[in-house]
Nanobody, 114 residues
Framework: QVQLVESGGGLVQPGGSLRLSCAAS????????MGWYRQAPGKQRELVAV???????NYGDSVKGRFSISRDNAKNTVYMEMNSLKPDDTAVYYC????????WGQGTQVTVSS
């Protein structure tokens, strides 16, 4: 059974930072592309960042230069460091393994507000 368990969300002031973690089980983690998506109220789910099994990364335009995705294959965990957070970053953040048709976590709420 595949499980992706996110943690690290919460309430942060504009300009602040958060670090999300996603612990995976039930998959051969090292061969999976791992990603973070987010969905804000009334908006479609969007790709935030992806860490490919081959080592490359990609980011959505709105987070480039502010967010950083990384992975630890020994711990079956993917991380996302989020800096210079803006109110527009407020959303539920979902961990993903294997793309849109793959596996999803339950989501963690990130709220950026003063």
């Amino acid at each position: 059974q595949v499980q992706l368990v996110e943690s690290g969300g919460g309430l942060v002031q504009p300009g602040g930072s958060l670090r999300l973690s996603c612990a995976a089980s039930g998959i051969t983690f090292s061969i999976y592309n791992m990603g973070w998506y987010r969905q804000a109220p009334g908006k479609q789910r969007e790709l935030v960042a992806v860490s490919r099994s081959g080592g490359t990364t990609n980011y959505g335009d709105s987070v480039k230069g502010r967010f950083s995705i990384s992975r630890d294959n020994a711990k079956n965990t993917v991380y996302m460091e989020m800096n210079s957070l803006k109110p527009d970053d407020t959303a539920v953040y979902y961990c993903n393994a294997g793309g849109v048709a793959g596996h999803w976590g339950q989501g963690t709420q990130v709220t950026v507000s003063s």
